[in-house]
Nanobody, 124 residues
Framework: QVQLVESGGGLVQAGGSLRLSCAASGSIFSINAMGWYRQAPGKQRELVARITSGDTIDYADSVKGRFTISRDNAKNTVYLQMNSLKPEDTAVYYC?????????WGRGPPSDYWGQGTQVTVSS
């Protein structure tokens, strides 16, 4: 049905930058919101940044001023530009999207989809 494919994770030194990308594909009617969550070892998954179809944006307090989320609606893609990275940003980052799928019988309800996760490691 729908796939979210992430890319852009890796290892970077503190103060460095990384850019994550997530492309949604499949029988998509519309995408209500796209965002990024992260989960560090031993911690719960938390919201990093989220952007709605109306371009409303939310950031976690811990990343405000350092991370920027954006989306390309034509490509069904969301990006996360991460600057001034800190060791505490180390986590697996997951792409999330709320998508209305086009089915044979019509549109389905808005549903959550997740990417496979990409590792971001920031060394001190």
């Amino acid at each position: 049905q729908v796939q979210l494919v992430e890319s852009g994770g890796g290892l970077v030194q503190a103060g460095g930058s990384l850019r994550l990308s997530c492309a949604a594909s499949g029988s998509i009617f519309s995408i209500n919101a796209m965002g990024w969550y992260r989960q560090a070892p031993g911690k719960q998954r938390e919201l990093v940044a989220r952007i709605t179809s109306g371009d409303t944006i939310d950031y976690a307090d811990s990343v405000k001023g350092r991370f920027t989320i954006s989306r390309d609606n034509a490509k069904n893609t969301v990006y996360l530009q991460m600057n001034s990275l800190k060791p505490e940003d180390t986590a697996v980052y997951y792409c999330n999207a709320v998508i209305i799928v086009m089915r044979v019988w019509g549109r389905g309800p808005p549903s959550d989809y997740w990417g496979q996760g990409t590792q971001v490691t920031v060394s001190s």
